[in-house]
């Protein structure tokens, strides 16, 4: 299942480099993917300063950024269909040149799709996510994950842990999640029974409707 994409339209300057950056660390930290930070952080500078570099100081310019099954894709939209990023074998004192070569190194795959009016840079990054039948790459499912993984880290009996929890413990930290959103909605004059069994009807018409 592939997510809507974090889409910002933005005019590629320097300047420009530091919120993008930011954002993409706040957006992947709500998609439960700390670990890649570092690697988007990187494709996505590479990617603009080779429109600032090649396509020129402020172009119109847009970013995408999505959760596509197992791969988180960035890409960068400029208007320029002339000037393609390449890879070129810059040696130690080069200036240029690296920008794609870092990529490529970080990334699993990476290419180039011209349209009639605009080119399409893009990179694929493995996020380690195992595809979870039914729900292959679903945001409700990361943010989930994400969700009782802190409860299950918090619960440890040796401290903080890392890595995916197994069924068993996600199962016990999924029913403290739900116990604290009981204590939450009662504590704020809610009727805990009432939202549960709203929940309950919406989640088998969800349910309903995948399998349709």
Known sequence: MTQPSWVVDFVALEEEVATLRRNVRVHLGAWGLQDLVDEAQL???????????????????????????????????????????????????????????????????WGVQLGADRKVTWCELATGLPPVSGHDGCLRMTRVETMIGLYGAHGAKHGPRSGRLGITEGEEAAISVITDLLHWLSAHGRDADDVLDRAQVRFEAEVFETRR
């Not at 090649?54 to 099954?69: D, E, K, S």
């Open 43 to 109: 494709c996505v500078s590479e990617l603009v300063a080779n429109v600032i570099t090649h396509v020129g100081a402020g172009t119109p310019t847009t970013l995408a950024v999505q959760l596509n099954g197992t791969s988180l894709r960035i890409e960068v939209h400029d208007p320029d269909t002339r000037a393609l990023p390449t890879l070129v074998a810059a040696d130690f004192e080069s200036e240029g040149g690296r920008g794609m070569a870092l990529v490529g190194a970080v990334t699993d795959r």
